[in-house]
T-cell receptor, first 117, second 114 residues
Framework: DGGITQSPKYLFRKEGQNVTLSCEQNLNHDAMYWYRQDPGQGLRLIYYSQIVNDFQKGDIAEGYSVSREKKESFPLTVTSAQKNPTAFYLC????????????????FGPGTRLTVL | GQQLNQSPQSMFIQEGEDVSMNCTSSSIFNTWLWYKQDPGEGPVLLIALYKAGELTSNGRLTAQFGITRKDSFLNISASIPSDVGIYFCAGQSPMGGSQGNLIFGKGTKLSVKP
């Protein structure tokens, strides 16, 4: 079945350590996104990528890094520079522009809950 | 920057009741999306709206794209216990670049009336 997978579901790290969250999709989507969700808040955009080997900062990119070496994969690294990394992280992807107006629709993975101790 | 105001923040439902929630924006959008999120899971797309005035249904859910392009409404008819969760609206600006990405409301949390 096609879909978006994120791993692991739960992640615990010590303060000061970098950690990488995985996001994979087999939907043949071009664009991929990373969001952060805090309790009682909407989703805030960290980074996005519209094509392979290209990505752009979102609204809260500081302390995070990404790569897009393959169309299917968009890993997010939470670095020690991120001051408050404990949160729920969501990855999403959207169809190619050739799919028409559904290009605007984003489909989400199950999320990774990161807790920094 | 652009902001979405989603209301109410939370509400209690009794089985069988109709539910309404809305989102308003300070600027126009060319797309409105409604998502539902269960605890500990990713949001699931419920309804997508692309045209001002558009009214779209998905089962017991009905959503409308406001005529002014600055608001959207979601109605749930005859609620059932599995409707519990957080509902998010999201809008897309007609502007390009990062500003063309989705902007999310803070969510409406539906809970069962005690």
């Amino acid at each position: 079945d096609g879909g978006i997978t994120q791993s692991p579901k739960y992640l615990f790290r010590k303060e000061g350590q970098n950690v990488t969250l995985s996001c994979e999709q087999n939907l043949n989507h071009d664009a991929m996104y990373w969001y952060r969700q805090d309790p009682g808040q909407g989703l805030r955009l960290i980074y996005y990528s519209q094509i392979v080997n290209d990505f752009q900062k979102g609204d809260i990119a500081e302390g995070y890094s990404v790569s897009r070496e393959k169309k299917e994969s968009f890993p997010l690294t939470v670095t020690s520079a991120q001051k408050n990394p404990t949160a729920f992280y969501l990855c999403a992807s959207s169809p190619p522009r050739t799919s028409g107006r559904s290009y605007n629709e984003q489909f989400f993975g199950p999320g990774t809950r990161l807790t920094v101790l | 920057g652009q902001q979405l105001n989603q209301s109410p923040q939370s509400m209690f439902i009794q089985e069988g009741e109709d539910v309404s929630m809305n989102c308003t924006s300070s600027s126009i959008f060319n797309t409105w999306l409604w998502y539902k999120q269960d605890p500990g899971e990713g949001p699931v797309l419920l309804i997508a709206l692309y045209k001002a005035g558009e009214l779209t249904s998905n089962g017991r859910l009905t959503a409308q794209f406001g005529i002014t392009r600055k608001d959207s409404f979601l109605n749930i008819s005859a609620s059932i216990p599995s409707d519990v969760g957080i509902y998010f609206c999201a809008g897309q600006s007609p502007m390009g670049g990062s500003q063309g990405n989705l902007i999310f409301g803070k969510g409406t949390k539906l809970s069962v009336k005690p």
